[in-house]
């Protein structure tokens, strides 16, 4: 049993979605409130929402990219995630690792219109960074191929919230991919279960 | 064969280390990349093809590529168990290293450098605060005994390590013992060492 720890519309929402897509045993627990009043049930350093408790060990992870991880690795039969070993395993990591560390800094910067501080820091422009995603996305539909996997939960549920931005390049390759994601059937279940705030 | 990408004292530095603590056979394929202080040259068009972004370090591994300093020493750690540089899936500390992985990586590389820019100075980042991300340091490598997930040095040491080596060199981390102590404790593995022979040409 996987215990979610969840507050509605906000990066956890999306684990809902990639635990509807394993069809893992699992049940949501929505924190109180947010970071500013911490939740003492919430077992995030910060106090900050995703993370989830594996019942059968006690183990807690935090971090999107290491929960996708986890979970896919924990459930290879819905084959979400290549395993160790198997083909398509570099990619996978590479493009979870780049979320946390690329990407989500790329959108901070570029929607605090904020310079990204190079050559120092370890992310690119959104731009350059949109360049490669859209790169890998006009070859293949899904960001490993022609398979669906946890990283295009990630990618795609962020880029269906902020595709309407008219900072966002406009791109027929991501309005499809975002259709494909968006119309996957989990994602209609994941939404009934959302909860209000 | 295993393939680093590797500029020397970089980023990529941490993972010739990674690759002495795994014991593998692999080779090193200089790159240029530009430094933090502008010095260097950029790298040829060409290379694009091996990182997006023309940056270090990224890995061949039989023809397996994978980039990221956190997805390259997960990849390795896991694709070579018997280094023991990660807990397997299942075992129940498995939780706890993946999310330091992906802490290193986000938070941990994103909330110093936007400090270092000045960007935190007046107005939130949207990645965390310096301070809750420190306290959270401390206490992670406080608990260390004597490595972060207890007797077993993981991959997760290595890149916590080499951050904190990096941070305290440039006065954005300060010297408290409980860093230091555990950066030399570290930095004085055998596979440490030869890492930074190797690195230094």
């Known amino acids: ?197 | 064969m295993i393939t680093l990408y590797h500029a020397p004292r970089s980023r990529s530095s941490m993972i010739v280390w990674m690759l002495e603590e795994l014991a593998q056979p692999y080779k090193i394929e200089i790159t240029p990349i530009i430094y933090g202080d502008g010095s260097g040259t950029h790298a040829p068009e060409s290379y694009r093809t091996v990182h997006p972004h023309k940056k270090v370090p990224a890995l061949d591994h039989d023809g397996v590529k994978v980039f990221e300093c956190a997805g390259i020493a997960a990849y390795l750690a896991d694709r070579f168990p018997d280094a023991k540089l990660a807990p397997p899936i299942g075992d129940p500390k498995r939780g706890l290293y993946a999310s330091l992985l992906a802490y290193w990586a986000g938070p941990l590389n994103a909330i110093p450098t936007a400090h270092m820019s000045g960007w935190d100075k007046d107005r939130p980042t949207g990645f965390g605060r310096f301070d809750e991300m420190e306290a959270f340091l401390e206490k992670t490598i406080a608990a260390a005994d004597p490595w972060i997930l207890g007797k077993q040095f993981t991959a997760v040491d290595v890149l916590c390590a080499a951050a904190l080596n990096f941070y305290m060199m440039f006065d954005i981390l300060p010297k408290k013992p409980v860093y230091t102590g555990y950066a030399e404790r570290a930095n004085d593995r055998p596979a440490a060492k030869r890492a930074r022979e190797k690195d230094a040409g």
Do not use: C
């Open chain 1, 1 to 197: 049993m996987i215990t979610l720890f969840h507050y509605p519309q906000t990066r956890s929402s999306r684990f809902i979605f990639l635990l509807e897509e394993l069809g893992a045993p699992y049940q949501i627990h929505q924190i109180t409130k947010l970071v500013e009043t911490r939740d003492p049930s919430n077992p995030q350093p910060h106090g900050k929402v995703p993370a989830i408790r594996d019942e059968e060990t006690g183990d807690v992870v935090y971090e999107s990219p290491a929960i996708a991880l986890y979970l896919t690795d924990k459930f290879p039969k819905a084959g979400l995630g290549p395993t160790v070993g198997q083909q398509g395993r570099g990619a996978y990591l590479s493009w979870l690792v780049y979320y946390g560390s690329v990407m989500e800094p790329a959108f901070m910067s570029k929607f605090s219109n904020t310079p990204v501080p190079r050559p120092q820091a370890g992310w690119v422009e959104m731009e350059e960074a949109m360049a490669h995603v859209i790169g890998q996305l006009s070859k293949t539909p899904y960001l490993l191929g022609e398979a669906f996997s946890a990283a295009d939960v990630l990618y795609g549920t962020t880029f269906a919230m902020f595709g309407k931005s008219p900072m966002m390049p406009k791109s027929e390759v991501i309005d499809l991919y975002v259709k494909h994601v968006t119309e996957r059937p989990a994602l209609a279940r994941a939404q009934a279960k959302e909860g209000t705030r």
